[in-house]
């Protein structure tokens, strides 16, 4: 990325988000972007594959939280003119000229303390921020990081409890497999007269100053095609699709964002990979719940199982019933815990089965059913269970 690249480019902008936006506000703009955007639901755009890479690059600076300090300490000290040539600037020598490039890449020269005292400082935010080092920072020739891709699985209850592998299907910026990357249908491309293979040029800002751009002949690359490509029309880079099988660990919950090392999009000029991001979406279970470690599920009781007492038989999720002691006078409610039944946490232990009584009232009786609640009632007509609650609340 070139130094004018970095000064007007706003990212904020590209995602919609204001410049004191949380990191979930960004995490939310750049998933319903990306989606709209995605090169599988925009099949042939090419204006919609420049824009999810404008998104994803945008992503990459915004949701990295030191890179987005970097990015906008940067942005802050050119708005305040923290740089600025000429006679009588910042360095306080009249008609000073030096490239800015150098001077983010951290060398030495224009960049010490009669360069308005900022160093390798400066070396340091811009290298950080754009994955280049110091010595030779104005050139393209260091490795690239590959871009971070985010995906999206849907599992079952089970499969999220239980942890599953599953096939993922992801489409990210690689080398374009019909020119092997060179961007030429021959494979010859030659190195760029105006650039001198470089990939960058610089022209006078004002002031004194020189800034870097990309090369407009070979478009940043270094290398012009005599025969472009006909896939990637000679750009060396092209959309590219590949199936995978991830590994989700057992007990991700819904929503929950797994990082996979290496796994996004390939690195250029011999750079590592990106990463991949997976968003896990969790089905709902018709029994079970869950609420962290533990699972939840609700069993119905009858009356006389919950004023006497007794065994009541609970399922679990992938395994046996358990048994669980009623105690008598359970109310309706309560919850009981079966110790280990639960998902599987971080350590390999498994939470608990948390297990809610409900008392199950019947809808229909018949004529012994009947009579026997007849007497029971009779045999407890002067026990009124509301009477506390309106003594609380005369008292109230």
Known sequence: MSTKDFVEKDYYKVLGVPKDATE?????????????YHPD???????????????????DILGDPKRRKEYDEARSLFAGGGLRGGPGGAGGQ?????????????????GGAGAGGFG??????????????????????????????????????????????????MSSSAACKACSGTGDKNGTPRVCPTCV????????????????????????????????CDVCKGSGRATSSRTMQVRIPAGVSDGQRIRLRGKGAPGERGGPAGDLYVVVNVE???????????????????????????????PTLGGPPVNLKLPAGTPNGRTMRARGKGAV??????????????????????????????????????????????????GA
């Not at 009249?94 to 224009?110: E, H, I, R, S």
């Not at 754009?130 to 079952?156: C, I, M, W």
């Not at 709902?284 to 038989?313: I, M, Q, W, Y």
């Open 120 to 169: 390798g400082g400066l070396g340091d935010v811009f290298g950080g921020l754009f994955n280049r080092g110091g010595a030779g920072a104005g050139t393209r020739t260091q490795p690239r990081r590959g871009q971070d891709v985010e995906s999206e699985v849907t599992l079952s209850f089970t499969e999220a409890v239980d942890g599953a592998t599953v096939p993922l299907r």
């Open 284 to 314: 709902p279970h018709p029994v079970f719940g869950r609420k962290g470690d533990n699972l939840t599920v609700t069993v119905p009781v009858s009356f006389p199982e919950a004023a006497l007492g007794g065994t009541v038989r609970v």
């Open 197 to 228: 293979g470089t990939g960058q040029v610089s022209r006078g800002g004002g002031g004194g100053f020189s800034l870097t751009d990309p090369c407009v002949d070979c478009k940043g690359r270094g290398l012009i095609a005599e025969t472009p």
């Open 345 to 394: 946490r971080k350590d390999g232990t498994r939470g608990d089965l948390l297990v809610t009584v409900e008392i199950a009232v019947p809808d229909q009786l018949d004529d012994k059913a009947r009579e026997a609640l007849e007497s029971y009632r009779e045999a407890t007509a002067g026990r009124d269970p509301r009477a506390e609650l309106f003594q609380a609340v005369k």
């Open 24 to 36: 979930a506000e960004i995490k939310k703009a750049y998933r319903k972007l990306a989606r709209e």
């Open 94 to 110: 009249a008609g000073f000229n030096f490239d800015l490039g150098d001077l983010f890449g951290g060398t030495q020269g224009g």
């Open 41 to 59: 639901a925009n099949k042939g755009n090419r204006e919609a594959e420049e824009r999810f890479k404008e998104i994803s690059e945008a992503n």
